[in-house]
């Protein structure tokens, strides 16, 4: 059973450019969440999504959007990107089976803009 | 959400028990209380939750104590593959979300 993975492992970009990061869930779980943790921090939440639309969201501007396909695989967009984008990105999994919904994390993808 | 409080790190010796302390003194009563460790800026990896029992696993034990303020996440033999970031995190039952503070980074020495 595969977990979480994501693509691609690592990515170099420049300033004003545009990113789309992938991510595909761990079986049997519906719901997807992405997270950006910079260096010496913990991971800070970006937006959640369930049934191909984005349910939650954390305090990230609209240059983060996002997208759920229908086989619950997520991407994650990042327009105009700024040197303060430079980050682990992490997608985590969970299903919606109600109360003690655990995620699942993947293993990263490390974006860094020059 | 609640806010935790961590040590922001502790030494455990290879092959003892690491007790984590987390104070969570905020929590409210649909509030579980989950641990997730993060080795070397790999994706973070669950450990254990609990709502207001203690709970055991095969990788750790949570003890919460009894007004739920503070809970202890406990590696009953640290190896030193145990070296990590330990995050304690309390979410809300309607909140399918995390918020992470800064953690505990454990160091197990041989």
């Known amino acids: 059973d595969a977990g979480v993975t994501q693509s691609p492992t690592h990515l170099i970009k420049t300033r004003g450019q545009q990113v789309t990061l992938r991510c595909s869930p761990k079986?049997?779980?519906?719901?997807v969440s992405w997270y950006q943790q910079a260096l010496g921090q913990g991971p800070q939440f970006i937006f959640q999504y369930y049934e191909e639309e984005e349910r939650q969201r954390g305090n990230f501007p609209d240059r983060f959007s996002g997208h759920q396909f229908p086989n619950y695989s997520s991407e994650l967009n990042v327009n105009a990107l700024l040197l303060g984008d430079s980050a682990l990105y992490l997608c985590?999994?969970?299903?919606?089976?109600?109360?003690?919904?655990?995620?699942?994390f993947g293993p990263g993808t490390r974006l860094t803009v020059l | 959400d609640a806010k935790t409080t961590q040590p922001t790190s502790m030494d455990c010796a290879e092959g003892r028990a690491a007790n984590l302390p987390c104070n969570h003194s905020t929590i409210s009563g649909n509030e579980y209380v989950y641990w997730y460790r993060q080795i070397h800026s790999q994706g973070p990896q669950y450990i254990i939750h609990?709502?207001?029992n203690n709970e055991t696993n095969e990788m750790a034990s949570l003890i919460i104590t009894e007004d739920r303020k503070s809970s202890t996440l406990i590696l009953p033999h640290a190896t030193l593959r145990d070296t990590a970031v330990y995050y304690c995190i309390v979410r809300a039952y309607n909140f399918n979300k995390f918020y992470f503070g800064s953690g505990t980074k454990l160091n197990v020495k041989p």
């Open positions: 609990g709502l207001k």
């Open positions: 079986s049997g779980h519906d719901t």
């Open positions: 985590a999994s969970s299903p919606r089976t109600g109360s003690g919904d655990t995620q699942y």
